[in-house]
C-alpha cells in the first residue's frame, strides 16, 4: 500500500510541474499583453507615462487594469496552451532523414495548389496598383545609380541599389522606367507568393491542425497587407522576401536536428540565402549570427553545419563585398550614427524637459558630437516618434573617443532621468506593442514624386554641379497608371474602411505581427519545454530587437514578422524530442510498439 502511494506521488510530479510552467508562462505572456494595452494607451494619448500613471487615481486604476487584463489573458493563454500542448503530443511526427525527404514530397504535392491560390487572391491587387509601388529611398538610390551624388553611400545597401538600378535600366531601354518597376513588382511577389507556399506545405509537413492552417491560409490569400507589401520595391521589403525562406530553412534544420543539409545542394542555397539576407539590409547580420549561435547551444553538435554554414556566409559578406567590393567601387560605408537613435532620442528629450540640468563635463562631451548650440537645438529637432531629426545633428565624423565620451555623459545623464529615457524609448516603440495601431503600406506612387519641384528638393543629395533637369530626368517618369487610377482609388477607400472595422483592424495592427504573436509562441514553446520550437522563432524574434534598437515603428519594418506569422504559429506543434526523449526511456533496445519512433516509422 505504502509503495503504490510513493508511485503515485512520483507519477504526479512531472504533472504538477507541468501545470506551474502553463500557469508561469501563461501569466508572464498575459502580463506583458495587459502592460501592452495599458501603457500603450497613455503612449498613444501623450507620448508619456502621463496617461496611466500621472496621478494617484490614475496610476491606481492603471493597476487595477493590468490585473483584470493579466488575470482574462493568462486564462485565455492556459486553455489554448494546454490544447496545443496535448495536440502537440498526440500528433508529434517523426524526425530524421525520413521526414528530410517528406518535406520534399509535401512541396511536390501541394506546392502549385498553394501557390495557384495565392497568385489568384493577389491578382487584383497587383493589377489595380500597376505598375507597383515605391518610396522616397527609391529616388535617393537612382540617383547613386545615375552617377549624380557626391559619392555612392552604403547608407541603402548597394547591393539593393544596384539590383533596382538593374531593372532601372531595363526599363529605360524598353522606353519607360514604370516597366522596370512592374517587372521588379511580379518577381518579387512571385518570389514572396513562393516563400508562403513552402512555408504552408511545411506546415502541413509538421502536422499543425487542419483548421489552423486552412484559417492562416485565408489570411494570407485575403489580408491586402501581403500582395500590397510585396508589391513595393525597398529595401525592407527585398529583405523580407529572403527573410521568409531562409527562415523556413532554418525551421527545417532545427525540426530534423540537421539531416536537412545532408545534400549539398541545400547547403548551397542557404548559403546564398544567408548573404542576400546580409546583403538585402545589414540586419540580416545581426540575425543570421545569432540564430546559428543559438542552433549550437540548444542542437550541440547537431547544429554544427548550420553555424558553419552561417558564418561562411558572414565572412562572404564582409570580407568579399564590405571590404573588397566596397574598396574597388568606392562605396562610402554608412555613418556610425545610425545605430544610435535610441541614446540620441533619450539625449534631446532630456535636454528638453530638464532644460540646463547638465554638468560641464557633460556638456562638453555632448557639444563635442551635437555641436555648441546643443542644448537649444535639440528640443527644436525632437520628435518621440522620429529619430532622423536629432540623427541628423550628429556629427557623422565623429572620432571614437569622442563617441565614447558622449555615452560617458549619456549613462550619468540618465541616472539622473531614468523615467525621461524610458519614455523617450517607449514613445519611438509602443506602436510594436500597443495592438490598437493598424500597418499601413504604401498605395500608389504620388503625382507630386514627378515634378520638377520635388526633383528640386533633392538636389541635396547630389553633387554641386547637379541641375534640376538632371534630377528630375533622373528620377521622373515613374508614376502609378493612370488608366486605373479609378479603380485603384475605390480599392485603396475600401481597403482603408473595411481595415478599421472590429476584428478586422486586429489583423491589420502593428503590434499582432511584431510582437503578440512571437510572444504568444514563445509562451507556448517554452510551457512544453520545445526548445527547438523557439530556435524556430528566435529569427522573428531578433527582428523585433533590431526594430527596438532602431527604433523605427514604420509598417514596412514589421514585413519579416508578417511573412513569416504562418512559420511562427506553426512552431507551436512542432515537436524535436519526441524521438530522442523515447528513446531514452526506452533504453537502446526498445519495444517498437511502445516508442513513439517505432510508432512512427511502421507508418
Not at 485 to 514: C, F, G, M, Q
Not at 531 to 556: D, E, F, I, N, Y
Amino acid at each position: 500500500m505504502r509503495t503504490e502511494t510513493l508511485c503515485g506521488n512520483a507519477s504526479s510530479l512531472p504533472k504538477l510541474a507541468a501545470d506551474k510552467r502553463l500557469i508561469a508562462c501563461s501569466a508572464v505572456v498575459g502580463f506583458v499583453f495587459a502592460c501592452s494595452i495599458v501603457i500603450g494607451a497613455s503612449f498613444a494619448e501623450t507620448l508619456s507615462f502621463e496617461g496611466a500613471f500621472g496621478s494617484t487615481g490614475r496610476a491606481l486604476a492603471s493597476v487595477a487594469c493590468i490585473v483584470a487584463l493579466t488575470g482574462l489573458f493568462a486564462a485565455a493563454l492556459a486553455v489554448a496552451y494546454r490544447a496545443i500542448g496535448r495536440q502537440a503530443a498526440a500528433r508529434a511526427p517523426h524526425t530524421g532523414r525520413e521526414a528530410a525527404d517528406s518535406f520534399a514530397a509535401h512541396l511536390k504535392k501541394r506546392f502549385p495548389l498553394y501557390a495557384g491560390l495565392l497568385a489568384l487572391a493577389w491578382l487584383p491587387t497587383i493589377v489595380v496598383h500597376a505598375p507597383g509601388t515605391i518610396t522616397y529611398d527609391n529616388f535617393v538610390q537612382m540617383l547613386v545609380d545615375d552617377g549624380l551624388t557626391k559619392y555612392y553611400s552604403a547608407h541603402n545597401p548597394p547591393f539593393d541599389t544596384w539590383l533596382y538600378g538593374l531593372f532601372w535600366n531595363i526599363g529605360d531601354a524598353l522606353g519607360n522606367r514604370s516597366i522596370g518597376l512592374a517587372l521588379h513588382t511580379l518577381l518579387q511577389c512571385a518570389f514572396v507568393i513562393a516563400g508562403l507556399a513552402a512555408s504552408f506545405c511545411w506546415l502541413r509537413l509538421v502536422r499543425v491542425p487542419r483548421g489552423v492552417r486552412i484559417g492562416l491560409f485565408a489570411i494570407a490569400c485575403a489580408l491586402p497587407l501581403f500582395p500590397l507589401s510585396a508589391e513595393c520595391m525597398t529595401k525592407d521589403y527585398s529583405f523580407a522576401a529572403v527573410f521568409l525562406p531562409w527562415s523556413l530553412m532554418v525551421c527545417e534544420y532545427v525540426r530534423t536536428r540537421g539531416r536537412f543539409f545532408d545534400r549539398r545542394l541545400i547547403v548551397s542555397v542557404f548559403v546564398i540565402a544567408t548573404i542576400l539576407l546580409m546583403m538585402t539590409k545589414k540586419t540580416g547580420v545581426y540575425v543570421a549570427v545569432p540564430v546559428a549561435l543559438l542552433a549550437l547551444a540548444v542542437l550541440r553538435k547537431d547544429g554544427v553545419r548550420l553555424l558553419l554554414s552561417t558564418l561562411g556566409a558572414a565572412l562572404v559578406y564582409l570580407v568579399a563585398f564590405e571590404m573588397v567590393f566596397f574598396s574597388l567601387f568606392g562605396i562610402v560605408n554608412g555613418s556610425s550614427r545610425e545605430m544610435l537613435s535610441v541614446p540620441m532620442q533619450q539625449t534631446a528629450r532630456c535636454a528638453l524637459e530638464h532644460p540646463g540640468d547638465v554638468t560641464d563635463a557633460e556638456n562638453d562631451a555632448i557639444a563635442t558630437v551635437f555641436g555648441e548650440e546643443w542644448q537649444s537645438s535639440l528640443p527644436e529637432a525632437y520628435n518621440p516618434a522620429l529619430s532622423d531629426p536629432v540623427k541628423s545633428q550628429f556629427d557623422p565624423y565623429a572620432s571614437k573617443l569622442d563617441t565614447l565620451s558622449y555615452f560617458s555623459a549619456w549613462l550619468s545623464q540618465g541616472l539622473r532621468h531614468p523615467v525621461t529615457y524610458l519614455e523617450s524609448f517607449f514613445a519611438n516603440t509602443y506602436e510594436c506593442a500597443y495592438p490598437f495601431v493598424l500597418m499601413s503600406q504604401e498605395m500608389d506612387i504620388p503625382a507630386e514624386w514627378d515634378t520638377p519641384e520635388f526633383a528640386e528638393s533633392m538636389l541635396i543629395y547630389t553633387r554641386d554641379d547637379v541641375s534640376v533637369d538632371e534630377v528630375h530626368e533622373s528620377i521622373g517618369g515613374v508614376h502609378s497608371s493612370t488608366a486605373l487610377a479609378p479603380a485603384r482609388e475605390l480599392y485603396n477607400d475600401v481597403h482603408s474602411v473595411i481595415a478599421s472595422l472590429p476584428v478586422v483592424n486586429i489583423l491589420t495592427s502593428k503590434a499582432l505581427y511584431a510582437t503578440w504573436i512571437p510572444l504568444f509562441a514563445v509562451g507556448c514553446l517554452a510551457y512544453r519545454r520545445e526548445w527547438g520550437g523557439l530556435l524556430m522563432v528566435s529569427p522573428s524574434l531578433l527582428c523585433l530587437c533590431a526594430l527596438l534598437a532602431g527604433p523605427v515603428t514604420q509598417s514596412r519594418y514589421i514585413t519579416p514578422e508578417l511573412y513569416a506569422c504562418a512559420l511562427i504559429i506553426g512552431a507551436c506543434w512542432v515537436t524535436t524530442r519526441a524521438c530522442q526523449m523515447s528513446a531514452r526511456a526506452n533504453g537502446p533496445f526498445m519495444d517498437r510498439r511502445r516508442s513513439k519512433c517505432g510508432r512512427h516509422s511502421k507508418r
